[in-house]
């Protein structure tokens, strides 16, 4: 099993910007890629970036140039630094898990609680 617990979110100004960070613990080793999904109330869970132990990394259209995706392999921890933020960023951030598949179509297998992002205009 693996535990994620997410912090950092808030509310920011559009335009601002905030850091999520993921702390992982329990079976590291068996997970391939670490994500965060983004769910805005009446929308779809959506990943918005991911990035594999080995350094592949995956964003979203949406936010592509905006958001950055790290990891502190020392601490077990992966970031999402979001940069130039819209109010349609607006969301529950969750970070996620995946033991093998990691893309936008993939079941990712550990979760964490997720944390309230609003950005105001």
């Known amino acids: 099993q693996v535990q994620l617990v997410e912090s950092g979110g808030g509310l920011v100004q559009a335009g601002g910007s905030l850091r999520l960070s993921c702390a992982a613990s329990?079976?590291?080793?068996?997970?391939?890629?670490m994500g965060w999904y983004r769910q805005a109330p009446g929308k779809q869970r959506e990943l918005v970036a991911a990035?594999?132990?080995?350094?592949?990394?995956y964003y979203a259209d949406s936010v592509k140039g905006r958001f950055t995706i790290s990891r502190d392999n020392a601490q077990n921890t992966v970031y999402l630094k979001m940069n130039s933020l819209k109010p349609e960023d607006t969301a529950v951030y969750y970070c996620?898990?995946?033991?093998?598949?990691?893309?936008?179509?993939?079941?990712?297998?550990?979760w964490g609680q997720g944390t309230q992002v609003t950005v105001s205009s």
């Open positions: 996620a898990a995946a033991r093998t598949n990691w893309g936008p179509r993939a079941n990712y297998d550990y």
């Open positions: 329990g079976s590291i080793f068996s997970i391939n890629a």
């Open positions: 990035a594999t132990m080995r350094g592949s990394t």
